[in-house]
């Protein structure tokens, strides 16, 4: 018996050194399984499933084909996989042999609601590049008419009249013209060339969905343009949008506006949009009494219809048309078209044809991967007539953008790469000077997107372009996100610009003046004879997520610097008579910061509170000066609050600096300007009252201070004289302004 028992010790013990000398081998040996899901009957490797430790922080992640391999770990057996969608699997290992892993699909629960107060302008914590989502409940808080006064409660985004006699609104970014920030609809080019500053108006406001705005370089996926930033706004969806929206406004002004939203699905498949906007102003007004219309009349008209179609085996396309025609004339009260031989008059003539088409596909078996193919085109003609100037420009684009999408090993690889082609032909006329070009810029592109771990995310992009007149240039683009916190976030971001300035549409407002067009290009052949604007952004951000008293909140820094490696400078400092257009010689910049805080002070009552700093400066022929007409301080505030039955209040303060004025030195005693502007402040409220989702009243006023600059057209009283000059505009060009409108909108 003893000899037995001694036996059994020994055997037992040798086992227990067997097996500890197996889990010891086990430890430096992989464990490799493959994930799979069941979809319509079949098991399909599951890409992107999270494979990890149960209890630590040790994980990988499935690749393609849905395989993993994990080294072990002392502290326990037990694996986990998880993905969204999908109930979790916990499987105890014991053994080093291949794992298969099928994950079941998530219990359906029954309906529940819930009911929560989202903000108007949302900011994603997990995207590489800051982008501000600002959705419906945002652009109802003002007299949103149309995208260039879609702005007034976002403080990151300055709105200003061009001029005090065509009425037209401008926008600015990081202290730049809108013309360096990069607008595109639905992610195609839109707003550029010959539509730079009037474009803004032909996109109305009751037909945006919601815009996406960020500072400095975007992807290099969507061109390579951009230079302060991006503006991309998202229309109303056929398949989401209210069978029925119409939007009646008017204002004091005598401006009326009417927009109908139509919207049908036809079928599991096919649905359909149609979208009408009409505006007209017939009524003349001089409230300050200076001769001229401080609105210009006539009439705008436009229509939209688009088709989405979204197929059972991942297809999707989405096909669209738009028109648009404008007619307007301003100038001296009595002026009335075929008469400016006696009278300073504007007139303004537009006709604008546009489609796009945009075709895709998400693999079933690999939803990381897909492909798609934009195209776009439009043409466009404009006939003006500013006193005794006369412009007319043609248009004609079009743009082909392909993109594919995928991953190299798993979904913290991804990447997308594609070609483009963007082809531009020009015709303008000032008077007697000609001008025409043909533009052809084929390019290609890669970006690669590294998630290593949750808080750390690299984007990198990269283009290659042939400009036909300038040649090959390369784009790089490079964004980074760092997240140390579930609440904090720092971003960093770095890329190059490059565009061809179209100097008389996007400085139209110098041609409601008496000065002369000098263009100091050169014989080579390029646009104007002058070179392509290049400029390096580079821009860091802050944001932090904090809770006081039980409510949310939101910090952000940002700091963004342009620095231009050529410039086609605007001069209208050398000589008040005469504009200057010619390529820089030395350094122009523009240094931007904004802190901004957002916060709910007390349930359903909102606040957002903004500094913005600007340090703009640009060597002219006379030196380096501050970019004119433009303040280099801003403090914002707004305040929005909503009751238990609909009842909308908002509240929007700004303070504005001085800003600097171009030289008038050497003008007559009587029209000579000071060299600063005075600041000022505006303010905005509107009220609004809905009923059951359906029925909605809104009031409001702009600019209830009724603050307005003094003469804003320089020699008023003799428009003829090479005095006049409508385009020195610091500040609002007429006082307080009253307006309201009704909104309908049925399911």
């Not at 010891?24 to 990890?52: D, R, S, T």
């Not at 949008?241 to 079928?267: C, P």
């Not at 546009?354 to 895709?360: F, L, P």
């Not at 600063?676 to 509107?686: R, V, Y």
């Amino acid at each position: 018996m003893c000899n037995i028992s001694r036996w059994g010790i020994s055997t037992f013990l040798l086992v227990l050194h067997l097996a500890g000398l197996r889990a010891q081998l086990n430890l430096n040996e992989e464990i490799e399984g493959i994930v799979y899901e069941i979809h319509e009957g079949q098991k399909l490797p599951l890409f992107g499933a999270n494979i990890y430790w149960a209890g630590t922080a040790l994980g990988t992640a499935s690749n393609t084909q849905g395989n993993f391999s994990i080294q072990p770990v002392k502290e326990t057996n037990l694996l986990v996989v998880s993905f969204t969608g999908f109930q979790n699997d916990t499987i105890p290992v014991t053994d080093p042999e291949f794992l298969e892993i099928t994950l079941k699909e998530a219990l359906e629960l029954e309906e529940v609601a819930i009911v929560h107060t989202g903000n108007t302008t949302e900011l994603s914590m997990l995207n590489p590049i800051k982008v501000e989502r600002l959705g419906e409940g945002e652009l109802t808080k003002a007299a949103c008419c149309n995208l260039s006064e879609s702005f007034e409660t976002n403080p990151s985004v300055d709105v200003s009249f061009t001029d005090a006699v065509t009425g037209t609104k401008q926008i600015q970014m990081l202290g730049l013209a809108g013309s360096y920030t990069q607008i595109t609809l639905e992610n195609m080019p839109d707003i550029r060339g010959l539509s730079a500053i009037y474009g803004m108006e032909y996109i109305p406001g009751p037909w945006i969905e919601s815009i996406q705005l960020n500072k400095g370089t975007g992807t290099v996926v969507n061109g390579f343009e951009s230079m302060a930033g991006q503006i991309n706004v998202e229309l109303r969806q056929p398949e989401t949008a209210h069978r029925l929206y119409l939007n009646l406004f008017g204002n004091a002004e005598s401006r009326l506006e009417g927009n109908l939203n139509l919207a049908q699905k036809l079928n599991p498949k096919w649905s359909t949009a149609l979208l009408l906007h009409g505006r007209n102003q017939a009524t003349a007004m001089d409230r300050n009494k200076d001769g001229f219309m401080d609105m210009p009349l006539g009439k705008q008209l436009i229509a939209l219809n688009r088709w989405q179609y979204c197929g059972s085996n991942g297809w999707e396309s989405q096909l669209g048309i738009k028109g648009t025609q404008t007619e307007s004339y301003g100038g001296q009260n009595d002026y009335q078209p075929g008469t400016s031989e006696q009278l300073w008059g504007m007139e303004m003539n537009t006709q604008r044809l546009e489609g796009w088409a945009k075709i895709g596909k998400v693999s079933k078996s690999k939803p990381y991967q897909s492909f798609g193919l934009q195209l776009a085109g439009n043409v466009h003609n404009q006939e003006s007539l500013f006193g005794l100037k006369r412009y007319t420009g043609k248009q004609q684009s079009a743009y082909l953008n392909f993109i594919f999408q995928s991953a190299f090993k798993d979904t913290r690889h991804k990447y997308r790469t594609g070609f483009s082609l963007q082809s531009d032909r020009y015709d303008e006329q000032l008077d007697s000077l000609l001008f025409i070009r043909n533009e052809s810029v084929p390019g290609v592109f890669f970006e690669y997107s590294w998630s290593p771990t949750e808080k750390v995310d690299v984007v990198a992009g990269l283009r290659g372009d042939y400009h036909n007149q300038y040649g090959w240039f390369a784009t790089p683009r490079l964004h980074i996100r760092y997240a140390p916190a579930e609440r904090t976030v720092f971003r960093f971001s770095a890329g190059r610009g490059q565009r061809t300035a179209s100097i008389l549409a996007e400085n139209v407002a110098v041609l409601a003046s008496s000065r002369k067009i000098i263009i100091l290009g050169d014989a080579s052949g390029t646009p104007y004879g002058l070179q392509p604007e290049v400029a390096w952004n580079l821009g860091a951000n802050f944001t932090q997520k904090f809770s006081l008293a039980y409510r949310s909140g939101t910090i952000s820094l940002d700091l963004y610097r342009t620095d231009f490696r050529n410039q086609i400078v605007t001069d209208l400092d050398e000589d008040p008579q005469a504009i200057y257009f010619y390529n820089l010689d030395g350094s122009s910049y523009s240094t931007s910061f904004q802190s901004q805080v957002d916060y709910e002070l007390v349930k359903r009552l909102n606040m957002r509170l903004a500094y913005r700093w600007y340090d703009v400066k640009t060597r002219y022929l006379s030196g380096l000066q501050s970019k004119p007409l433009l303040s280099r301080d801003r403090a914002f505030a707004n305040l929005a609050y909503a009751t238990r039955n609909h009842l909308k209040f908002d509240f929007t303060l700004q303070w504005q600096g001085s800003k600097r004025l171009p030289a008038t030195n050497t003008n007559p005693a009587e029209y000579q300007l000071a060299g600063h502007s005075p600041a000022f402040w505006l303010m905005n409220a509107q009220i609004s009252k809905e009923w059951r989702e359906r029925f909605e009243l809104y009031l409001g006023g702009e600019n209830l201070l009724n603050f307005k600059q003094k003469d804003p057209i320089l020699a008023a009283s003799d428009p003829f004289s090479p005095y006049f000059d409508s385009s020195m505009i610091w500040g609002p060009v007429f006082g307080r302004m009253v307006y309201g409108g009704i909104r309908l909108k049925l399911r």
